[in-house]
C-alpha cells in the first residue's frame, strides 16, 4: 500500500475537488491509501453520501488554512494546525506515508518542503517540474520553473538528472532528451551561468544532453525536458500559459464580431473544445518538486477533481518506479566521479 | 532631410525587400533621404525601372555579406567591406546620417554598434526594445529583449527611461506604465537584482513605474514598457512568438482533420488571417537599439519590404522627436540626483 497525504484544503475549488479527486483515485489504484488532511467535519461533510473504500482512507484533523497571501516563514510557524502542515509533519514523522500532494500556498509549500521535509542526499536545492504538453501530441518537462532564482551550474545539472528519472519513472520516457534553455542554440551562448553548465551537462552520466533550447521551440515536441534557472522557467511556462489563453480569448472575441464567424465556429465546436482541453495544464497534472526526500505534488491553485487525481497518481508513479532511490543512486556517481576527477 | 542607411543585404528577403521597403518609405516620408549600402550593381539592378525620387536616395557599395554564423567580432573586423558595417560607418564618421536599419546578423550588428557607433551619454550599455501587439489592440515594448545578459539594477533603471522616452515619441503613449518582469507581482519577488531594482525603478524621475509584472500578463494591454535582463527577456519575446505560431499551426493542422471543420474554417477566413496578421511581428517594425548615440534598428531576418519600411520609420520616428537629447537630458537629471544624495 502505498500512502499519500492530500491537503484538502487552500486550493479554488476545495475541499469539494480534492476529496473528490482523492476517490477517483482511490477507485483506479488498489495500492493507493489516501490521507485528506484538514477540517474534519468538513471533510466528513463532503465525503457523506459517496461511495468509496474506507479502509483505505484516513482524516488527519487540521483545521487552520494557510493563504496564498500570508508570508511561507510565518505561515508555516504560526500555522501548525493547517492542513498543509499536516500533511508535511506527516511526511516528516511517519515512515509509511510516501508523499503528498497540495493545491494551497506554492511559497508556503516550497518554505516547509524544504526546512521541514529534506531533501534526498546530495541535493543542493528541490525544483519545481511542471509538465506541458507539446503541439507533437506528447509532453516536455520544465525544471526548475520558479523554486530557486539564484542559481549555480552544479544546480541545472541536478535539475537534468532528477528531471531526467522523473520523465523516466512516471511518463515511460526511455531516454529523455535534456536542453538547457538558452538565448541561442550554439554552445557558448548565454550567461556565465549557461556557459560553465553547458560542459557539465554535457559529461553527466544518465543524462542525454542535446544542446541548448530557444524558448520559442517549447511546444515543438524536440525535447523532453528543459532546464533553467527558475526566474526564466518561471518567465517560460507562464508566458506559454499566457500567450495560449490570451489568443483563444482573442479567438472567442473576434468569432462573436460578426455573424458569419459565429456560424463557421458553430460547425468547428469539437475542434475548439478539444484545442481548449489541450492547452488545459490541469489534464498534466501538477508541479512535481523534485529532490525533497518525500514527493511533493503541487496542483494549480484552481485545480478541478481531475487535476487533483492526476496529481495523487504523479506520487504514485514516482512511488512505485523508485524515483528516490534512483536519484540517489545517480546522483552518489556523479559526486564520486566528481571525486576521482578532483583527486 | 533626415538620412537614414538601409544595409540591404543579410536578410532572408534581402536586398528586395530592403530596398522596396526603403522606396515605399521615401514615397511615404518626404523628409527621408536613404542611403543603400551594398553591392552597387545588385542594388541598380533591383532599383531598375521603379520610380522613386532619385534626388533622395544614394547608394554606397559593399560588396560583402556578414552572415548570422559569423562570429560577430570576426565579422565586423574581418568584413569592413560588408553592406552592415558601410551603414555602421556612416554612423561613425558622416554627422549628417542619423541612423541605420539592418535585417542582417544580430550579434554582428549589437557588436559593432556598441563598438563603433557609441553610447548616448551616460548610457551603460545600449539594449533592445522590440514592440509586440496586445490583445487590447495596443502594443508592449520589452527592453532588454538579449543584448545584456548579466546586468545591474541600474541597467534596468535606464531600460525604463530611455523605454519610456522611446514609447512616447515613436508610438505618442503620453506617460507609458512601466512594469518589470518578475515571478511575482508583490514587491520583494524575485532574486537579487529585481529585489535592488524595484526601490530604484519607483524612484526615478520621468518614469511611471507600476511595479511587477508577471509573464502570463504581457499581452493583456495593462502595461505599455516591460523591463527585464536579456537573458529572460529574450524568454519572454521568444516564447510569446513561438507559442503563438505552434498553436496556429496545431489550429490549422486540426482544421484538416475533418471535414466539418473545413467547411467552418471556410467561413472563418477572414477571422484566421486577421489573427494570423496580429500576430505577425513583422506588422510592427523591428527591435530599436536603444542607448547607442545614433538610431540602430535591427528588423526580423526574414523582414518583407513592409516590416523594412516601419523598421525605417521608427528611425525617423525616434529623429523627429529628439529620442537622443530626451535621454540624454533625463539621464543627466537621474545623474545629478544621485550625486545629490550621495554628496
Chains 1, 2 share one sequence.
Not at 469539494?16 to 488498489?30: H, T, V
Not at 485528506?36 to 488527519?60: H, M, Q, W
Not at 546530495?122 to 530557486?148: E, K, Q
Amino acid at each position: 500500500m502505498i500512502r499519500i497525504a492530500v491537503d484538502c484544503f487552500g486550493g479554488d475549488r476545495s475541499p469539494q475537488a480534492n476529496i473528490d479527486g482523492s476517490l477517483s483515485a482511490l477507485e483506479k489504484n488498489k495500492d493507493l491509501f489516501v490521507i485528506l488532511t484538514g477540517d474534519e467535519a468538513i471533510i466528513k461533510e463532503n465525503l457523506s453520501g459517496k461511495s468509496y473504500d474506507s479502509s483505505r482512507l484516513e482524516i488527519v484533523h487540521a483545521p487552520a488554512i494557510i493563504t496564498p497571501d500570508e508570508k511561507p516563514t510565518d505561515a508555516i510557524r504560526l500555522k501548525r494546525d493547517s492542513s498543509m502542515m499536516a500533511a508535511v509533519n506527516l511526511l516528516r514523522k511517519d515512515d509509511t506515508v510516501s508523499g503528498m500532494v497540495s493545491t494551497g500556498s506554492t511559497g508556503a509549500l516550497v518554505t516547509a518542503a524544504v526546512l521541514r521535509i529534506g531533501r534526498l542526499r546530495n541535493v543542493i536545492r528541490p525544483s519545481f517540474c511542471p509538465i506541458l504538453p507539446t503541439m507533437a501530441g506528447g509532453i516536455v518537462g520544465v525544471c526548475d520553473s520558479g523554486a530557486n532564482v539564484d542559481i549555480t551550474p552544479e544546480q541545472l545539472q541536478q535539475y537534468a538528472v532528477f528531471g531526467s528519472i522523473y520523465l523516466k519513472t512516471v511518463y515511460n520516457i526511455e531516454n529523455p532528451r535534456v536542453a538547457m534553455l538558452n538565448i541561442g542554440t550554439e554552445a557558448g551562448k548565454g550567461d556565465e551561468l549557461r556557459k560553465q553548465a553547458y560542459s557539465l551537462l554535457g559529461n553527466t552520466p544518465g543524462v542525454n544532453f542535446v544542446g541548448n533550447m530557444e524558448s520559442r521551440d517549447l511546444l515543438t515536441g524536440n525535447y523532453d525536458l528543459v532546464v533553467c534557472d527558475g526566474f526564466s522557467g518561471n518567465v517560460l511556462v507562464k508566458t506559454t500559459e499566457g500567450t495560449a489563453i490570451e489568443l483563444l480569448k482573442k479567438l472567442k472575441k473576434e468569432i462573436y464580431s460578426k455573424t458569419i464567424y459565429k456560424v463557421g465556429a458553430g460547425l468547428m465546436k469539437g475542434l475548439f473544445t478539444n484545442l481548449k482541453e489541450f492547452m488545459n495544464y490541469q489534464n498534466y497534472g501538477g508541479s512535481v518538486l523534485l529532490g525533497t526526500s518525500k514527493v511533493v505534488v503541487k496542483g494549480h491553485g484552481s485545480s478541478n477533481a481531475t487535476a487533483v487525481e492526476k496529481c495523487i497518481e504523479q506520487a504514485l508513479g514516482m512511488e512505485r518506479n523508485a524515483f528516490a532511490e534512483k536519484t540517489e543512486s545517480l546522483l552518489d556517481r556523479i559526486a564520486e566521479n566528481k571525486e576521482t576527477t578532483n583527486g
